[in-house]
């Protein structure tokens, strides 16, 4: 199977935030969407080692900060090419803090939501959180981004005029370097599969 073709399903890019004790975090996912109007409910689908996920699971509270075609790449590689557990970031930032206490993104977006989870669905790598709605605003009326639209317009082009071996994750430009590229290998920086890699050269 063509794994491109699943990117042609229409996703948005949202920054996912959480708060434990003093601990703000955050990630970039793709999966979120509204499921019920009465009562007001979104569903969010969470890779099981984002330590934004673990936050998420032990206080039930998240924001969904909506990104959009402004966003620009750092946006990106700040929520999404590296771990919260050891990284703080909200340092050097732009930030708003909502009325459940966590923080969402208030430039290169154009609104947010606040949410408490119901239910949580184990996915297998994802987990699939379903959360009541407790608040949000619109914050700008620039278009939201599509996974599409930042395929072909944010994401920079993978760096490989260095002559190395190894293979690049065709998603968000990591280089895995060596020989053989192991079948089960998940991507560190967006945690796609090794099916999204292709050999450099």
């Not at 039930?60 to 919260?84: P, R, Y």
């Not at 609104?111 to 608040?135: C, I, P, Q």
């Not at 317009?153 to 005029?161: C, E, H, L, S, V």
Request: hydrophobic share 35%.
């Amino acid at each position: 199977m063509d794994m491109k073709a699943m990117y042609n399903l229409t996703y948005g890019l949202f920054v996912l935030t959480a708060r434990e004790g003093e601990k703000d975090n955050g990630c970039i996912v793709n999966t979120v969407s509204q499921v019920t109007t009465e009562p007001n409910r979104i569903v969010v689908a969470v890779n099981k080692k984002n330590y934004t996920h673990g936050m998420i699971e032990r206080t039930g509270i998240l924001n969904v900060s909506i990104l959009t075609e402004k966003a620009k790449f750092d946006t990106f590689k700040h929520w999404g090419f590296q771990s919260g557990e050891h990284v703080d970031k909200t340092q050097e930032i732009s930030f708003q803090r909502s009325e459940n206490g966590v923080i969402y993104i208030a430039e290169e977006t154009n609104a947010f939501l606040s949410a408490k989870v119901v239910s949580a669905t184990d996915l297998g790598t994802h987990t699939l959180f379903l959360a009541d709605v407790t608040d949000g605003a619109v914050l700008s009326e620039d278009p939201s981004v599509t996974y599409s639209y930042y395929q072909s317009n944010i994401k920079t082009a993978p760096n490989t005029t260095e002559k190395k071996k190894g293979f690049v994750c065709t998603v968000c430009g990591y280089i895995y370097e060596g020989d053989t590229l192991p079948e089960d290998f998940v991507c560190p920086w967006c945690k796609h599969p090794a099916s999204d890699f292709k050999p450099i050269g």
